[in-house]
């Protein structure tokens, strides 16, 4: 049995922690925050994480300024943001600049996400 990937996800809301984490526990290894700076602080003391999907929409910090920070502690991590809402500006330039490796709208596609993260890492 190969190792199951490890993801980190980053949302404000518990309801959305355990959805992703109820929809993924059999396909990886499920981290999540409930901020971006709690994720900074999950990836500082588990860098091996390959995987990051972070929300956009948080307080304090959005999932862009959230992947932006870690992305300059973490380069060798591919990140992505899912969101409730239509692509913005700020998603647009994080994809244009590889911040991101994609972006996927809520309500998820669980079958996209866990394909796409595979996909990334094989």
């Not at 920070?69 to 994080?94: C, M, N, R, V, W």
Request: no cysteine; glycine share 4%; charged share 25%.
């Amino acid at each position: 049995m190969s190792k199951k990937i490890s993801v980190l996800y980053v949302d404000d809301e518990p309801i959305n922690l355990k959805l992703f984490e109820l929809n993924f526990k059999n396909a990886f290894n499920v981290t999540t925050a409930l901020s971006g700076f709690d994720g900074l602080e999950i990836l500082k003391n588990n860098p091996d994480i390959p995987i990051v999907v972070s929300d956009m929409r948080m307080p304090k910090m959005d999932g862009i300024e959230f992947i932006g920070k870690a992305k300059k502690e973490f380069p060798h991590i591919i990140f992505y943001i899912l969101t409730g809402y239509d692509i913005t500006e700020q998603i647009s330039d994080a994809l244009n600049n590889r911040l991101i490796a994609k972006y996927f709208r809520k309500p998820s596609n669980y079958r996209e996400i866990e394909s796409t993260i595979i996909d990334a890492l094989s």
